[in-house]
């Protein structure tokens, strides 16, 4: 015969309820005031749902980012896209380079090259980028790296004519991710061995939700992407066939699954 549970108390529904949110940034638990939500949820809601559009819309200040890169040698590039609404319609047009801008690069025949472009959260390129590479850049001594491509209206595999282009061995796109209403300056780390047309998306390998607040940190987004490099170039590949094969006790708690695909 099971024994009654005990009635939950007010107070231990909301002791439930906190111990969950504790764990998990989705919006549960948020109560309700006659059959509305409070008020301050409604309003965080819709700051936060702001907050995405605006990482979405807001053009990234190219300049300012190279800037922030300096001394590291920097291009400023744009996609065949004319203007963030035709980016935002055809994504196609964000995967090329502008005529113009493909003139501009030069072969320099490295190991590497960093394409940073904004994506769909500039915000999120603006804040972590210029941090994320230097942190990256003691774990890839060694290896030779290219000028860094700053890109406009660019999409993931717009790395692929310009590490093409530079004769690189590898391409690392840092690119701003589509933003959520709980992060909307999430970077993510595309890699791609020997890119150049044709390439698909199971050919890359992703470390994503790089970000200060709760997302994996520069140091452990570094540490994985300085191993996927030099594994990927001794195995001569990356994407579904490279696995994160370090020991548990090598990587971040906080660190995400690493996707083989944008």
């Given at each position: 015969m099971s024994t009654p549970t005990k009635p939950v108390t007010n107070?231990?529904?909301?002791?439930?309820?906190?111990?969950?949110?504790?764990?998990?940034?989705?919006?549960i638990g948020l109560g309700r005031v006659g059959t509305a939500l409070p008020l301050d949820e409604v309003l965080?809601?819709?700051?936060?749902?702001?907050a995405a559009r605006d990482a979405v819309h807001?053009?990234?200040?190219?300049?300012?980012?190279?800037?922030d890169l300096a001394p590291l040698p920097t291009l400023l590039l744009a996609?065949?896209?004319p203007d963030r609404a035709t980016y935002l319609r055809r994504p196609d047009l964000g995967r090329q380079l502008s005529a113009e801008s493909a003139a501009l690069i030069t072969p320099e025949r490295c190991d590497l090259v960093?394409?940073?472009?904004?994506g769909l959260s500039a915000t999120a390129v603006q804040q972590h980028a210029a941090p994320l590479v230097r942190a990256c850049l003691p774990e890839l001594v060694g290896l030779s790296i290219g000028t860094i491509m700053l890109v406009q209206e660019a999409r993931v595999a717009v790395g692929d004519p310009i590490g093409a282009a530079m004769g690189a061995r590898m391409s690392i796109v840092l690119i701003g991710e589509r933003p959520?209403?709980?992060?909307?300056?999430?970077?993510?780390?595309?890699l791609t061995y020997a890119p150049g047309p044709g390439r698909m998306d199971s050919e890359r390998n992703c470390i994503s939700n790089i970000h200060g607040h709760g997302g994996l940190d520069y140091a452990?987004?570094?540490?994985?992407?300085?191993?996927?490099?030099?594994?990927?170039?001794?195995?001569?590949?990356?994407?579904?066939?490279?696995k994160d094969e370090?020991?548990?006790?090598?990587?971040s708690s906080a660190q995400p699954p690493i996707l083989p695909k944008p």
């Open positions: 107070d231990g529904q909301h002791a439930l309820w906190d111990r969950l949110r504790a764990r998990t940034s989705a919006r965080k809601f819709q700051f936060a749902h702001a807001t053009p990234l200040d190219m300049a300012a980012l190279a800037h996609s065949a896209a960093f394409v940073i472009g904004d959520g209403l709980s992060v909307a300056d999430s970077l993510g780390i595309y452990a987004a570094a540490r994985t992407l300085g191993w996927l490099v030099r594994e990927g170039l001794k195995r001569g590949l990356t994407g579904i066939g490279l370090r020991p548990a006790l090598e990587r």
